[in-house]
Protein backbone atom coordinates (compact mmCIF):
# COMPACT_ATOMS: atom_id res chain seq x y z
CA UNK A 1 0.00 0.00 0.00
CA UNK A 2 1.69 3.49 -1.11
CA UNK A 3 1.60 6.31 1.30
CA UNK A 4 1.20 9.69 0.35
CA UNK A 5 3.12 12.77 2.12
CA UNK A 6 1.50 15.74 4.27
CA UNK A 7 5.02 17.32 4.40
CA UNK A 8 8.22 17.26 2.23
CA UNK A 9 10.69 13.82 1.97
CA UNK A 10 13.26 15.83 3.32
CA UNK A 11 11.79 17.25 6.49
CA UNK A 12 10.87 13.73 7.41
CA UNK A 13 14.30 12.47 6.34
CA UNK A 14 15.57 15.00 8.84
CA UNK A 15 12.99 13.81 11.38
CA UNK A 16 14.57 10.53 11.31
CA UNK A 17 18.19 10.83 11.36
CA UNK A 18 17.86 13.26 14.02
CA UNK A 19 16.36 10.71 16.26
CA UNK A 20 18.22 7.62 14.71
CA UNK A 21 21.08 9.99 16.20
CA UNK A 22 19.39 10.34 19.60
CA UNK A 23 18.48 6.83 19.43
CA UNK A 24 21.99 5.08 18.54
CA UNK A 25 24.06 7.37 20.09
CA UNK A 26 25.60 5.18 22.61
CA UNK A 27 25.57 2.42 20.46
CA UNK A 28 27.73 3.55 17.37
CA UNK A 29 30.40 4.79 19.86
CA UNK A 30 31.07 1.70 21.21
CA UNK A 31 30.77 -0.22 18.08
CA UNK A 32 33.36 2.08 16.15
CA UNK A 33 35.18 1.41 19.41
CA UNK A 34 35.64 -2.41 18.53
CA UNK A 35 36.13 -1.81 15.14
CA UNK A 36 39.81 -0.18 16.82
CA UNK A 37 40.19 -2.27 19.87
CA UNK A 38 39.21 -5.91 18.01
CA UNK A 39 41.61 -6.39 15.01
CA UNK A 40 39.04 -8.90 13.71
CA UNK A 41 36.52 -6.39 12.82
CA UNK A 42 38.71 -3.37 11.75
CA UNK A 43 37.37 -3.38 8.41
CA UNK A 44 34.97 -1.64 9.96
CA UNK A 45 36.15 1.37 9.28
CA UNK A 46 36.31 1.36 5.41
CA UNK A 47 32.36 -0.57 4.99
CA UNK A 48 30.51 3.17 5.47
CA UNK A 49 32.97 4.45 3.27
CA UNK A 50 32.38 1.82 0.68
CA UNK A 51 28.41 1.67 1.39
CA UNK A 52 28.38 5.76 -0.03
CA UNK A 53 30.49 5.24 -2.72
CA UNK A 54 28.27 2.61 -3.82
CA UNK A 55 24.84 4.88 -3.13
CA UNK A 56 26.65 7.86 -4.87
CA UNK A 57 27.47 5.29 -7.69
CA UNK A 58 23.97 5.03 -8.36
CA UNK A 59 22.77 8.28 -7.54
CA UNK A 60 21.11 9.15 -11.37
CA UNK A 61 19.45 5.84 -10.63
CA UNK A 62 18.27 6.87 -7.03
CA UNK A 63 17.51 10.42 -7.90
CA UNK A 64 15.12 9.37 -10.92
CA UNK A 65 13.42 6.82 -9.03
CA UNK A 66 12.87 9.63 -6.21
CA UNK A 67 11.09 11.15 -8.53
CA UNK A 68 8.16 9.32 -8.84
CA UNK A 69 8.54 8.22 -5.46
CA UNK A 70 5.30 7.08 -2.92
CA UNK A 71 6.10 6.07 0.38
CA UNK A 72 5.40 2.64 1.55
CA UNK A 73 3.30 1.76 4.81
CA UNK A 74 5.43 -1.33 4.89
CA UNK A 75 8.13 0.65 5.52
CA UNK A 76 6.76 1.87 8.81
CA UNK A 77 6.07 -1.32 9.63
CA UNK A 78 9.99 -2.42 9.04
CA UNK A 79 11.07 0.47 11.42
CA UNK A 80 8.93 -0.50 14.15
CA UNK A 81 10.62 -4.59 14.16
CA UNK A 82 13.76 -2.16 14.03
CA UNK A 83 12.94 -0.67 16.96
CA UNK A 84 11.24 -3.32 18.60
CA UNK A 85 14.96 -5.45 17.97
CA UNK A 86 16.27 -2.55 19.45
CA UNK A 87 14.49 -2.61 22.95
CA UNK A 88 15.37 -6.28 22.87
CA UNK A 89 19.03 -6.36 22.62
CA UNK A 90 19.23 -3.21 25.16
CA UNK A 91 16.92 -5.37 27.48
CA UNK A 92 19.30 -8.47 27.11
CA UNK A 93 22.26 -6.33 26.93
CA UNK A 94 22.88 -8.06 23.43
CA UNK A 95 24.86 -5.47 21.41
CA UNK A 96 24.58 -7.39 17.51
CA UNK A 97 20.52 -6.97 18.17
CA UNK A 98 21.26 -3.15 18.87
CA UNK A 99 23.88 -2.67 16.20
CA UNK A 100 22.26 -4.51 13.41
CA UNK A 101 18.82 -2.90 14.23
CA UNK A 102 20.33 0.05 13.31
CA UNK A 103 20.97 -1.03 9.17
CA UNK A 104 17.23 -2.52 9.65
CA UNK A 105 15.83 0.75 10.66
CA UNK A 106 17.52 2.71 7.75
CA UNK A 107 16.00 0.67 5.13
CA UNK A 108 12.52 1.08 6.34
CA UNK A 109 13.28 4.58 6.48
CA UNK A 110 13.70 4.81 3.13
CA UNK A 111 10.80 2.13 2.55
CA UNK A 112 8.46 4.45 4.16
CA UNK A 113 9.89 7.84 2.67
CA UNK A 114 10.36 6.85 -1.14
CA UNK A 115 8.87 3.60 -1.28
CA UNK A 116 9.77 0.56 -2.94
CA UNK A 117 11.74 1.93 -6.26
CA UNK A 118 13.98 3.37 -4.34
CA UNK A 119 14.26 0.75 -1.99
CA UNK A 120 15.13 -1.64 -4.69
CA UNK A 121 18.07 0.85 -6.01
CA UNK A 122 19.68 1.17 -2.15
CA UNK A 123 18.66 -2.19 -0.80
CA UNK A 124 22.74 -3.20 -1.31
CA UNK A 125 24.26 -0.34 -0.14
CA UNK A 126 22.28 0.01 2.85
CA UNK A 127 22.70 -4.32 3.12
CA UNK A 128 26.16 -3.94 2.81
CA UNK A 129 26.58 -2.07 6.11
CA UNK A 130 25.78 -5.62 8.16
CA UNK A 131 29.58 -6.31 7.51
CA UNK A 132 30.50 -3.62 9.83
CA UNK A 133 28.73 -5.19 12.72
CA UNK A 134 30.88 -7.50 14.80
CA UNK A 135 29.75 -10.47 15.51
CA UNK A 136 28.17 -11.98 18.89
CA UNK A 137 30.55 -14.16 20.44
CA UNK A 138 28.43 -17.51 20.02
CA UNK A 139 28.69 -17.26 16.66
CA UNK A 140 32.27 -16.04 16.66
CA UNK A 141 33.49 -18.78 18.66
CA UNK A 142 31.16 -21.46 16.84
CA UNK A 143 32.81 -20.21 13.41
CA UNK A 144 36.26 -19.53 15.11
CA UNK A 145 37.21 -23.18 16.49
CA UNK A 146 36.59 -25.41 13.48
CA UNK A 147 38.08 -23.00 11.03
CA UNK A 148 40.99 -23.15 13.52
CA UNK A 149 41.36 -26.97 13.82
CA UNK A 150 40.30 -26.91 9.44
CA UNK A 151 43.48 -24.81 9.30
CA UNK A 152 45.65 -26.68 11.60
CA UNK A 153 44.76 -30.14 9.99
CA UNK A 154 45.52 -28.48 6.27
CA UNK A 155 49.11 -26.84 7.41
CA UNK A 156 49.85 -30.27 9.00
CA UNK A 157 49.22 -32.16 5.82
CA UNK A 158 51.33 -29.78 3.82
CA UNK A 159 54.09 -29.49 5.93
CA UNK A 160 54.25 -33.99 6.42
CA UNK A 161 54.09 -33.60 2.21
CA UNK A 162 57.51 -30.98 2.21
CA UNK A 163 59.08 -33.57 4.50
CA UNK A 164 58.78 -31.44 7.64
CA UNK A 165 58.48 -34.26 10.92
CA UNK A 166 55.79 -33.04 12.35
CA UNK A 167 52.03 -34.22 13.98
CA UNK A 168 48.80 -32.29 15.40
CA UNK A 169 47.15 -32.57 18.06
CA UNK A 170 43.64 -30.67 17.80
CA UNK A 171 45.47 -27.26 17.11
CA UNK A 172 48.08 -27.92 18.03
CA UNK A 173 51.04 -28.62 16.19
CA UNK A 174 54.41 -30.28 17.19
CA UNK A 175 57.36 -29.78 14.82
CA UNK A 176 60.94 -31.19 15.65
CA UNK A 177 62.52 -27.72 17.11
CA UNK A 178 58.65 -25.61 18.50
CA UNK A 179 55.12 -26.70 19.03
CA UNK A 180 53.02 -23.79 17.32
CA UNK A 181 49.61 -23.21 18.10
CA UNK A 182 46.87 -22.48 15.89
CA UNK A 183 44.97 -19.41 18.05
CA UNK A 184 41.65 -17.99 17.94
CA UNK A 185 43.54 -14.81 16.15
CA UNK A 186 44.93 -17.70 13.63
CA UNK A 187 41.72 -18.87 12.09
CA UNK A 188 41.27 -17.01 9.50
CA UNK A 189 37.76 -15.39 10.64
CA UNK A 190 39.30 -11.89 10.14
CA UNK A 191 40.35 -12.78 6.99
CA UNK A 192 37.48 -14.64 5.86
CA UNK A 193 35.20 -11.86 6.63
CA UNK A 194 37.00 -9.24 5.34
CA UNK A 195 37.66 -11.20 2.04
CA UNK A 196 33.33 -11.82 1.99
CA UNK A 197 32.85 -8.42 2.18
CA UNK A 198 35.47 -7.38 -0.86
CA UNK A 199 33.78 -10.66 -3.03
CA UNK A 200 30.45 -9.51 -2.38
CA UNK A 201 31.75 -5.70 -3.53
CA UNK A 202 33.15 -7.33 -6.36
CA UNK A 203 30.53 -9.81 -7.55
CA UNK A 204 28.13 -6.69 -7.20
CA UNK A 205 30.20 -4.72 -10.11
CA UNK A 206 30.41 -7.94 -12.31
CA UNK A 207 28.47 -7.92 -15.79
CA UNK A 208 27.42 -11.52 -16.44
CA UNK A 209 24.48 -13.46 -14.91
CA UNK A 210 23.93 -13.16 -10.92
CA UNK A 211 25.00 -17.02 -10.82
CA UNK A 212 28.42 -15.96 -11.78
CA UNK A 213 28.51 -13.30 -8.91
CA UNK A 214 26.93 -15.79 -6.32
CA UNK A 215 29.94 -18.16 -7.53
CA UNK A 216 32.36 -15.61 -6.78
CA UNK A 217 30.77 -14.98 -3.12
CA UNK A 218 30.94 -19.08 -2.23
CA UNK A 219 34.44 -18.60 -3.92
CA UNK A 220 35.89 -16.19 -1.29
CA UNK A 221 35.32 -19.11 1.89
CA UNK A 222 37.52 -21.68 0.36
CA UNK A 223 39.87 -19.16 -1.16
CA UNK A 224 40.34 -17.73 2.64
CA UNK A 225 40.66 -21.30 4.27
CA UNK A 226 43.26 -22.15 2.34
CA UNK A 227 45.30 -18.70 2.29
CA UNK A 228 45.64 -18.81 5.83
CA UNK A 229 46.42 -22.11 6.01
CA UNK A 230 49.71 -21.51 3.45
CA UNK A 231 50.44 -18.93 6.39
CA UNK A 232 50.20 -21.56 8.89
CA UNK A 233 52.40 -23.63 6.88
CA UNK A 234 54.65 -20.99 6.03
CA UNK A 235 55.14 -20.41 9.43
CA UNK A 236 56.20 -24.20 10.14
CA UNK A 237 58.58 -23.68 7.48
CA UNK A 238 59.97 -21.43 8.68
CA UNK A 239 60.25 -22.34 12.38
CA UNK A 240 61.39 -25.57 10.89
CA UNK A 241 64.11 -24.32 8.61
CA UNK A 242 65.25 -21.31 9.90
CA UNK A 243 64.75 -20.80 13.80
CA UNK A 244 61.51 -20.45 15.74
CA UNK A 245 61.90 -16.21 16.30
CA UNK A 246 61.85 -15.68 12.60
CA UNK A 247 58.64 -16.86 12.42
CA UNK A 248 57.21 -14.52 15.24
CA UNK A 249 57.02 -10.52 15.35
CA UNK A 250 57.90 -8.53 11.86
CA UNK A 251 56.82 -11.90 9.96
CA UNK A 252 53.68 -13.07 11.27
CA UNK A 253 52.43 -9.85 11.16
CA UNK A 254 53.86 -9.05 7.65
CA UNK A 255 52.67 -12.62 6.11
CA UNK A 256 49.07 -12.10 7.22
CA UNK A 257 48.96 -9.11 5.08
CA UNK A 258 50.93 -11.10 2.44
CA UNK A 259 48.25 -13.48 2.18
CA UNK A 260 45.33 -11.26 2.30
CA UNK A 261 46.91 -10.00 -0.86
CA UNK A 262 47.41 -13.18 -2.67
CA UNK A 263 43.52 -14.00 -1.40
CA UNK A 264 42.07 -11.19 -3.29
CA UNK A 265 44.38 -11.83 -6.28
CA UNK A 266 43.16 -15.39 -6.35
CA UNK A 267 39.76 -13.81 -5.61
CA UNK A 268 40.43 -11.89 -8.77
CA UNK A 269 41.57 -14.50 -11.22
CA UNK A 270 38.22 -16.71 -10.43
CA UNK A 271 36.33 -13.67 -10.86
CA UNK A 272 38.27 -12.94 -14.35
CA UNK A 273 37.31 -16.74 -15.12
CA UNK A 274 33.86 -16.73 -14.32
CA UNK A 275 33.38 -13.20 -16.26
CA UNK A 276 34.14 -15.66 -19.50
CA UNK A 277 32.64 -18.70 -19.48
CA UNK A 278 29.69 -19.23 -21.78
CA UNK A 279 28.48 -17.27 -24.57
CA UNK A 280 28.67 -13.36 -24.84
CA UNK A 281 26.04 -11.05 -26.25
CA UNK A 282 26.34 -8.48 -28.01
CA UNK A 283 25.12 -4.58 -26.58
CA UNK A 284 23.20 -2.22 -28.72
Known sequence: MARTRAVPAGLDLAVV????????????PSMVQDWYLDENYSHGFLVPLVSLYL???????????????????????????????????????????????????????????????VFAKVLFPLAFLLFMVPLPYLVYDSVAFPLKLLAARVATDSLFWLGVPVFREGNIIHLASQTLEVADACSGIRS???????????AYFMSRGWWRRLLLVVATVPIAIAANALRITGTGLLTHYVSPEAAEGFFHTFSGWVVFVAAFVMLFVVGWVLNRIGPRRSRP
Do not use: N, P
Open 192 to 202: LVSLLALGVVY
Open 17 to 28: LGATAVLYAAVI
Open 55 to 117: LWDRRREVAEAARRARGSWAGLVLCLVSLALFVLGRAGAELFLQRSSLVFLLMGAVLWLWGWR
